[in-house]
């Protein structure tokens, strides 16, 4: 009976060891072993980059959008509260933003403002992919008023640009000034509003 006893609970043992291994593998083959490379791609000190690089491509794509302020145009001393200054981005597949719309994908324009003095920004969301952009200011007014303006820009090489104009000019009640700055982009003729 002793030996039966034994030989019993050498089985249970065995078939726990079985069913232990068993889950193991189990949780390995459904992301245990992801969890343990995620683990060991956050350590802090790594040997070399070979081993970031092969972190970065097992945690995801392996790329990262990068955002950036491409463009911002500040203007002041509008002479009066209808001065319209639009901020434009033009890209090279022909979309735009400006006046209020978007239609550049991975981007983000701020609202459309008018007053005497107002700021308007464009984001690249992607400034990783070193996208080629171009710009252009249009000013519309109601009558023929000075305002001051600033645009500062960042082409896809990474390099600032920044023009200043004082006492730019709106042409008559209704009509608009625009001043273009290139980029890479082909800039449409009559993209201001009227």
């Known amino acids: ?5 034994g ?26 072993g992801a969890a343990a490379a995620k683990k060991k791609c ?17 945690n995801g794509t392996g790329t990262t959008n990068t955002p950036l302020v491409r463009a911002t145009l500040n203007w002041s001393n509008g002479g009066a509260s209808d001065v319209d200054m639009d901020l434009f981005v033009f890209d090279t597949n022909g979309n735009r933003a400006g006046n209020g719309s978007d239609t550049i994908p991975e981007s983000v324009l701020s609202p459309d403002l008018t007053g005497p003095a107002g700021t308007e920004t464009f984001t690249d969301q992607a400034f990783n992919e070193k996208r080629a952009f171009s ?21 896809a090489d990474g390099v600032t640009h920044t023009d200043s104009r004082t006492d730019a000019l709106g042409n008559s009640p209704g009509s608009s000034t625009h001043i273009d700055y ?4 082909p800039i449409p003729s009559g993209y201001c509003p009227n």
Do not use: E, W
Request: proline share 1%; glycine share 12%; hydrophobic share 40%.
């Open 1 to 5: 009976m002793r030996m039966n006893k």
């Open 7 to 32: 030989l019993i609970g050498l089985a249970l043992v065995a078939a726990l060891a079985l069913m232990v291994a068993t889950v193991g593998a189990t949780a390995s083959a459904s992301g245990g």
């Open 135 to 155: 710009f252009g200011v249009c000013y519309t007014v109601g009558g023929s008023v000075h305002t001051d303006y600033t645009i500062t820009y960042v082409t």
């Open 42 to 58: 956050k350590k802090k000190k790594q040997a070399n980059s070979a081993k970031k690089k092969k972190c970065k491509k097992k």
């Open 182 to 185: 290139p980029g890479g982009a």
